[in-house]
């Protein structure tokens, strides 16, 4: 089946700065990859997502990009806040969808 | 609209008691889904259902079981609970279930702990 590695775990940025999380796929079958984030005691929420027909998505200041040779995608978010700390999660799908193991952004201000 | 909720918030239980968690969504959508979230695991899908009436099983279905017999309602009962299924339990749904590129919503979770 489909296996999800994401990283970094732990990922700690000045506030204004850029955060990019990576995460690789192992089933080239896979055509959906969205990413979640998670606050404290909540469940996660859809942030961002891509097909695999495309290769790059934005939505301000977050972004995600798709590699299907290397079968790797990563979230990038510009300009951070302190309100983006939480915890981030990439998933791949192609029906059945698996999540990687998250990442925890800290911001400090 | 409340989305989806879920039943109890968090639960202490005595290994070998029956547990149900309680999901109820009020989007009308056809699928739903149970995970657990485990630190450094992230959320791994126990059992799933595609549309009322129907059941299916995730990646880790094993000591667990779920029902489906309306399209709002999506029970997940552990019959004799043990310490190794102590966790978070996060219920979600989406619109459709045959359309791969769908979004999930999800509950606030309920921590469980076995003891």
């Known amino acids: 089946g489909e296996n999800v590695e994401q990283h970094p775990s732990t990922l700690s940025v000045q506030e204004g700065d850029s955060a990019v999380i990576k995460c690789t796929y192992s089933?080239?079958?896979?055509?959906?990859f969205p990413w979640y984030k998670q606050e404290l005691g909540k469940g996660p929420q859809l942030i961002i997502d891509?097909?695999?027909?495309?290769g790059e998505k934005k939505d301000q200041r977050i972004a995600v990009t798709l590699n299907k040779t290397a079968k790797h995608f990563s979230l990038h978010i510009t300009e951070t806040q302190p309100e983006d700390s939480a915890v981030y999660f990439c998933?791949?799908?192609?029906?059945?969808?698996?999540f990687g193991a998250g990442t925890r952004l800290t911001v400090k201000p | 609209i409340a989305g989806i909720t879920q039943a109890p918030t968090s639960q202490i239980l005595a290994a070998g008691r029956r547990m149900t968690l309680r999901c109820t969504q009020d989007?009308?959508?056809?699928?739903m889904y149970w995970y657990r979230q485990d630190l450094g695991l992230g959320l791994r899908l126990i059992h799933y259902?595609?549309?009322?009436?129907?059941?299916g099983k995730g990646e880790v279905p094993d000591g667990y079981s779920v029902s489906r017999a309306n399209t709002d309602d999506f029970p997940l009962t552990l019959a004799s609970a043990v310490p190794s299924q102590t966790s978070v339990y996060f219920c979600?749904?989406?619109?459709?279930?045959?359309?791969?590129?769908?979004?999930?919503?999800f509950g606030p979770g309920t921590r469980l702990t076995v003891l």
């Open positions: 979600a749904s989406s619109a459709r279930s045959t359309r791969s590129y769908n979004e999930q919503f």
């Open positions: 089933d080239s079958a896979s055509n959906y």
């Open positions: 891509i097909r695999s027909n495309v």
């Open positions: 998933a791949a799908s192609k029906g059945d969808m698996r």
């Open positions: 989007m009308r959508h056809n699928a």
């Open positions: 259902s595609n549309t009322a009436g129907t059941t």
